[in-house]
């Protein structure tokens, strides 16, 4: 079952307690998110509540708060936390020598 | 003898050595061992190097095993002739000098080789790495000429050798990447703290700095950053991070990973051939560490010659080896669900501790300026003990917490004498707080007010808070007469802005600890407001937290629903020329603007530009002579006029000539909240100016000053500041209105609230009153707006911040072909 991964760039290009985005030609657009400590991790870039784009938001430990309304959205479950209940896809992601692979069929889950 | 099995150690390091000697330990006799060793010297104690580099050691005090050692176990050492082959098959090893060998079974421990990062300029004379006694050596050749050192990299690594090359006389400078030091092991309060003691040491820290390129004709002269900077050198160290070594172990067709894949008893695919150190990848992890080495050793002795134990993979902790820093951390502190932090700072001593705890029992931990209790800590971690019982005491430190009744701290405070002092900062004891409370002091304020207790650092709130509790059981309440900031912080939004002053902090890490936060970075609440106190602080000193600001902020432009951004420049006063009209109709239509809208502030918004296109769209209307118009900010918004005495019947004087005046004066100011001002030519107030921040009615004798109005959730109207005769009067009266607010509002407080707070009479003694307060809140007012008035747009048309613009990269899955 050797997952078949993407490289999508190498892990400087995102900024720390920041993210940026990854397109999806035919299918939804990813978020990719860089933890103070250098961890990164992928969602789909649209909040479970009104699909805000969470790659604009505050990183916080492990979590985003979406730019719209501020539910917090856990990085690592892709839950939303508290009191708001809702799930986006997340989508696995590694770093190896520096360069950030994205895993090919989740990213590619809602193409056709 | 020769019909001993014959073992063959690739590697004569750390684990290479230490393994044979838990083999020697165990059977002595089993073996005939041959070991190889790149380096032209016996093991020696590779951590060991750093105090070499800083001269505290000598070469012989680092050595493990000496000739000694190896003449007396029957070992044979092969120094200084690399292995280069391993031929399976027929079961042998050869050397770069062709000394052929064949082996029973094969120990390969051939560490790590440190990563070099690809920019121009890395192969030239003077760039070297730090792993072993040669880089060691010419590090101490560069020296001693002196000049300049940079250590690119600022990890453990990097830190030791910049360490050492500064004992040494050399001017260092340490470029790391990220925004904070040793950034896998500590969180950002301890890299702040560190970085702060490195650089009162003279040494140079840029963080979030990125090399371009090493420049020298022939050999180093220097580095060169991606943002243009350049830092003199004549040596380069680079200390970015390590590989595992598996070379010889890929060519000979093990199976390997990160690193050379091996089993519970550090067995790879080969059943004969082993392998230990930093060249392995056991479980899906590797390790850069000594501690889990030894594990291993153990481990493959117990498999190889003894009673198998089977090695389960390591948790580690880091020390840095710097003389006088102490910095511990251990585990995992990036936090997330079901993680609970507890901190503890101690601003006079330097000391902050940061336990993370999940589920009782601890997960992590960061120490800084104290690092007693950091075995403590890793073993109860290493354990997985539950800590439910010592909870309350376990920041402070084993000695606390295991003191058995005292586990309860208020026992512990109980326990003190009267004489016992609470609060260092200012002398107060115990036994003077108790009668401060005795006497009526009945809320952390009130013992602030009349003992200074905890009314400077703040760092004894809690001590203070456990003798009104137990001075007062249950009737104290616990409940403070003024908020305090957020969850973080005992202080007052006022206390942090008077402390920022008065201890001359100037970026929010140094805030939180010399205020003992309880939180090791804050929240959302607490860092747009530190960034703000800190800007309005140290206007010209002032560096910009990006994170700390909200997304409308960071992009310069306001999020929509669909994700899209609305781009709105200013128009002076709300006049426009067709020029302008024109460039902002060509932007909507290149840019597909969605909506074009006038807005309430009397200027124009385009709707639905996507972020990707921010830059060009604003270079575009740069290019037309128009800024951002911080439609998005906590800032000066707009300036409404009316159409005044220039052309209006009634108009007394030219509302709208002073309302541009204003505007240029008072443009890109950031403030606690949104800052709105309008000019209205005469009474009948056709520019709404009495529901402004800040409003002016023209009338024939001059110009009536109002303040405070709000026409948002809770409808204000203004009041009465005075009257001034000219339009020089009301700029300067404006402006010192303005640099009250910024200096003593809280953050998020809108100027109407601000007002019924500190009421009118207070402003007008302040600015009506005070004429020489007056002249000094303008001159301060003008002078950071000498560093605020930078279009952040042309900044970022011009590059800056690029990447928030872009995507990463993008997928194009295979194309379906003849479609669906
Ligand atoms: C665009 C505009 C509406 C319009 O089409 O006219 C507008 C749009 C927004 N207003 Fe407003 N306000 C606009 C004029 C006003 C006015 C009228 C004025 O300035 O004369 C007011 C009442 C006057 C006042 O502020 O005292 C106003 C009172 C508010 C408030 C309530 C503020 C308060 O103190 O109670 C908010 C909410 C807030 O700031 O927290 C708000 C918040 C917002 C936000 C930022 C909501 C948000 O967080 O996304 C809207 C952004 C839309 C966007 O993307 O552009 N807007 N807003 C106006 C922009 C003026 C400009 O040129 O910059
Ligand atoms: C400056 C410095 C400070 C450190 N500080 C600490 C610390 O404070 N705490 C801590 O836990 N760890 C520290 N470390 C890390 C620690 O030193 C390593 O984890 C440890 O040395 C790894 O042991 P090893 O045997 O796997 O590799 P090494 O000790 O590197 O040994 C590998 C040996 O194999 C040799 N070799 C490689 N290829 C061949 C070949 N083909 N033929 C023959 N020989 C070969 C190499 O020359 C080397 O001598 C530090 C490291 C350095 C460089
Ligand atoms: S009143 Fe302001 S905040 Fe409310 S919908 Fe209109 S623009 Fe948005
Ligand atoms: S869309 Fe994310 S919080 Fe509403």
Redesign the interface.
């Known amino acids: 079952m050797d997952a078949i991964w ?1 490289d ?2 190498p892990v ?7 993210a ?8 939804e657009e ?1 978020a ?1 998110f860089r ?5 990164v991790y992928a969602l789909v870039n649209a909040c479970p509540h ?4 969470l790659s ?8 985003v ?1 979406c ?2 309304h501020n539910w917090r959205i ?1 990085l ?2 892709g839950e939303a ?1 508290g009191e708001d209940k809702g799930c986006v896809p997340v989508i696995p992601v590694k770093i ?2 520096g360069r ?1 692979l994205i895993s090919r069929a989740e ?2 889950a809602g ?2 | 003898m020769t019909t001993k099995p014959h073992l063959i150690v690739i590697g004569n390091g750390m684990a290479g050595c230490r393994a044979v000697e838990e083999i020697l330990a165990r059977d002595s006799g089993r073996y005939r061992v041959t070991i190889f060793g790149a380096e032209p010297r016996v093991n020696y104690n590779r951590i060991m190097l750093s105090p070499l580099l800083a001269g505290e050691k000598s070469f012989e005090e680092i050595v493990i095993n000496d000739h000694d050692w190896y003449a007396g176990n029957g070992i044979q050492l092969v120094a200084g002739d690399a292995v280069v082959a391993i031929d399976r098959q027929a079961k042998r090893v050869t050397t770069a000098s062709g000394r052929v060998e064949p082996y029973d079974k094969l120990l390969i421990a051939t560490g790590s080789d440190p990563f070099i990062i690809p920019v121009p300029g890395h192969d030239l004379k003077g760039v070297v790495t730090f792993r072993d006694m040669d880089d060691v050596a010419s590090m101490l050749r560069a020296a001693d000429s002196g000049g300049g050192a940079v250590v690119i990299g600022g990890g453990l690594l990097g830190l030791e050798a910049a360490h050492g090359l500064s004992l040494r006389g050399m001017k260092v400078t340490v470029i790391h ?4 030091l040793m ?2 092991q500590l ?2 309060a301890a890299g702040w703290l560190l970085k702060s003691a490195l650089e009162s040491r003279g040494q140079t820290i840029l963080t ?1 700095a ?1 090399t371009a390129e090493i420049y020298g004709n022939g050999k180093v002269e220097g580095v060169r950053l991606k943002d243009g900077r350049e830092i003199p050198a004549s040596i380069v160290v680079m200390a970015v991070g390590i ?1 595992p070594n598996v070379k010889l172990a890929k060519a000979a067709g093990l199976a390997v990973g ?1 690193g050379i894949q091996v089993d519970d008893h550090l067995v790879t695919s080969d059943a004969d051939i082993l392998s230990v150190g930093e060249c392995v990848e056991h479980d899906g992890l590797v390790y850069g560490l000594v501690a889990p080495l030894w594990e291993m050793c153990r481990a493959l002795a117990d498999g190889l010659v003894a009673t198998p134990s089977g090695y389960r993979g390591s948790v580690t902790s880091t020390k840095l080896k710097v003389a006088g820093l102490d910095v511990f951390s251990a585990g995992d ?5 079901g993680c609970e932090d507890i901190v503890l700072r101690d601003a006079t001593r330097g000391v902050y501790k940061r336990v993370i705890v999940k589920q009782d029992r601890v997960v992590g931990a960061v120490l800084y300026g104290d690092t007693g209790d950091g075995n403590w800590y890793f073993d109860l971690l290493r354990k997985g003990e539950d800590v439910a019982p010592i909870r309350d005491a376990l920041i402070f430190g084993q000695a606390f917490a295991s003191g058995g009744a005292s586990a309860n701290p208020l026992d512990a405070v109980a326990a003190l004498g009267a004489d016992a002092e609470i609060c260092g900062c200012n002398g107060v004891s115990k036994g003077s707080i108790v009668t401060a409370i005795d006497g009526g002091a009945c809320s952390l304020d009130a013992v602030r007010a009349c003992t200074k207790a905890s009314a400077s650092c703040g760092s004894c709130t809690g001590l203070v808070e456990k003798l009104l509790t137990i001075a007062m059981g249950d009737d104290y309440a616990g409940a403070r007469e003024n908020q305090p900031m957020c969850k973080c912080t005992s202080f007052t939004h006022e206390d942090v802005r008077a402390q920022i002053l008065e201890k001359e902090l100037k970026v929010i890490p140094q805030v939180m600890q010399a205020l003992s936060w309880s939180t090791p ?1 804050g ?2 609440s607490c860092r747009p407001a530190l960034n703000y106190y800190l800007l309005c602080a140290w206007p010209g000193e002032h560096q910009e937290d ?2 700390s600001r ?2 409308n902020e960071r ?1 310069h432009a306001n ?1 929509q ?3 899209s951004y609305s781009v709105v420049p200013r128009m002076w006063g709300g006049v426009t020329t067709p020029n302008e009209l024109r460039a902002i109709a060509d932007a909507a239509d290149k840019y597909g603007a969605r909506m074009v809208k006038v807005t309430g502030g009397q200027r124009l918004d385009l709707f639905g530009i996507q ?1 990707e296109d921010l830059p060009a769209i604003w270079a575009d209307l740069n290019a037309a002579g128009m800024v951002s118009g911080h439609a998005y900010g906590k800032a000066l918004r707009t300036v409404k006029t009316c159409v005044g005495s220039e052309w209006c019947r009634f108009g007394t004087q030219d509302s709208t000539g002073l309302g541009i005046k204003i505007e240029h004066m008072t443009w890109g100011s950031w403030m606690p909240h949104k800052f709105k001002i309008a000019v209205s030519g005469c009474p009948r107030n056709c520019a709404e100016a009495t529901i402004k921040d800040f409003g002016i009615i023209c009338v024939d004798s001059g110009y009536e000053l109002m303040i405070g109005g709000n026409g948002g959730i809770h409808l204000r109207g203004t009041e009465l500041l005075c009257k001034v005769a000219t339009e020089q009067e009301a700029l300067d009266y404006c402006a010192a209105f303005i640099q009250l607010y910024r200096e003593e509002a809280r953050y998020l407080d809108r100027t109407a609230p601000w007002m019924e707070r500190v009421g009118l009479d207070y402003v007008k003694q302040r600015i009506v009153e005070d004429d020489a307060g007056r002249e000094a809140l303008r001159a301060r007012f003008l002078y950071a707006q000498s560093y605020l008035q930078k279009d952040p747009w042309a900044e970022r048309a011009a590059g800056a911040e690029a ?2 613009h ?8 295979f194309a379906v072909v003849g479609g ?1």
């Open positions: 993407l999508i760039g400087e290009q995102l900024p720390a307690l920041g940026r985005t990854l397109p999806v030609q035919g299918g990813i990719i933890t103070a400590n250098g961890e009104k699909q805000g784009p604009q938001g505050i990183v916080h430990d492990t979590s708060t730019p719209l856990s690592v479950t936390l190896d020598g950030i990213a590619l193409t056709n | 990447l990220m925004p904070t950034e896998r969180d950002e979030g990125d590989r990160r502190f990036s936090g997330g669900e970075d929240c959302s990006p994170q909200f997304v992009m999020i629903k669909d994700g972020k990447h928030l872009q995507h990463i990269a993008e997928i194009r899955p669906r």
